[in-house]
T-cell receptor
Framework: AQSVTQLGSHVSVSEGALVLLRCNYSSSVPPYLFWYVQYPNQGLQLLLKYTSAATLVKGINGFEAEFKKSETSFHLTKPSAHMSDAAEYFCAVSDPAQGAQKLVFGQGTRLTINP | KAGVTQTPRYLIKTRGQQVTLSCSPISGHRSVSWYQQTPGQGLQFLFEYFSETQRNKGNFPGRFSGRQFSNSRSEMNVSTLELGDSALYLC???????????FGPGTRLTVL
C-alpha cells in the first residue's frame, strides 16, 4: 500500500527566504503525487500534481515540486516566501490500481512565515 | 461556477446519536469523495462515489456510510456516534479519474 511521509510537522522561514517542504512516498507502482494547501477553516486547495508528464512540476502561487524516483521524493519549493503562504501543506499520493480518486495524505507541515 | 458546498458547516451531537452530512459537488462533476480530518489521524479517505455507485471505501467501521443521488449530490451518515468521530469531514468532487479534486470547506462535527 502506498504511504506518504512529510518530514517536519512545523517549518518556519523568514519572509523572502526559500521555502522547502519535504515529502517522501512509498508506492509499488508509479504514483500520482499532489501537494495541497489548507488555510484555517477552509478545505484543501490543489497547488500542483505530478502525473508522469514532467519531473519538474510548476503550480500556483509560485510553488513547484520535483519528482525524484531514485529518492522517492516530491519536495515542494518556493524561491521567496510571502506572508500569505502561511498555512498547512499536505503531500498526497494516489495509486491508480487502488482507485485514482483515493488520496493518501501525509501528516501535513505547518508553514510559518516570520516578518 | 460555484464550488463544492457542504452543509451544515458545524454540528454538535451527543454520543449514540446519528448524523447526516451533505455535499453538493461542482456542476458536471460525477465523482464525490469523503475524507475525515483529525489532529491525531490526519486526513483519511472514507469512500468515493461515482454515478451513484460506491467505487472505493477506506478502513472505517460500518457505522460510516454514504450515498450519491442522480444529481451527484452526496450524503454521508454516521450512526451511533462516538467521541472519536469528532472531526472535520471534507467532501471533494471531480469530473472523474485523474482529474483534479476540488474540496469543500468541510463540516466540523463535535461529539459530546
Amino acid at each position: 500500500a502506498q504511504s506518504v511521509t512529510q518530514l517536519g510537522s512545523h517549518v518556519s522561514v523568514s519572509e523572502g527566504a526559500l521555502v522547502l517542504l519535504r515529502c517522501n512516498y512509498s508506492s509499488s507502482v508509479p504514483p500520482y503525487l499532489f501537494w495541497y494547501v489548507q488555510y484555517p477553516n477552509q478545505g484543501l486547495q490543489l497547488l500542483l500534481k505530478y502525473t508522469s508528464a514532467a519531473t519538474l512540476v510548476k503550480g500556483i502561487n509560485g510553488f513547484e515540486a520535483e519528482f525524484k524516483k531514485s529518492e522517492t521524493s516530491f519536495h515542494l519549493t518556493k524561491p521567496s516566501a510571502h506572508m500569505s503562504d502561511a498555512a498547512e501543506y499536505f503531500c498526497a499520493v494516489s495509486d491508480p490500481a487502488q482507485g485514482a480518486q483515493k488520496l493518501v495524505f501525509g501528516q501535513g507541515t505547518r508553514l510559518t512565515i516570520n516578518p | 461556477k460555484a464550488g463544492v458546498t457542504q452543509t451544515p458547516r458545524y454540528l454538535i451531537k451527543t454520543r449514540g446519536q446519528q448524523v447526516t452530512l451533505s455535499c453538493s459537488p461542482i456542476s458536471g462533476h460525477r465523482s464525490v469523495s469523503w475524507y475525515q480530518q483529525t489532529p491525531g489521524q490526519g486526513l483519511q479517505f472514507l469512500f468515493e462515489y461515482f454515478s451513484e455507485t460506491q467505487r472505493n471505501k477506506g478502513n472505517f467501521p460500518g457505522r460510516f456510510s454514504g450515498r450519491q443521488f442522480s444529481n451527484s449530490r452526496s450524503e454521508m451518515n454516521v450512526s451511533t456516534l462516538e467521541l472519536g468521530d469528532s472531526a472535520l469531514y471534507l467532501c471533494a468532487s471531480s469530473q472523474g479519474d485523474y482529474n483534479e479534486q476540488f474540496f469543500g470547506p468541510g463540516t466540523r462535527l463535535t461529539v459530546l
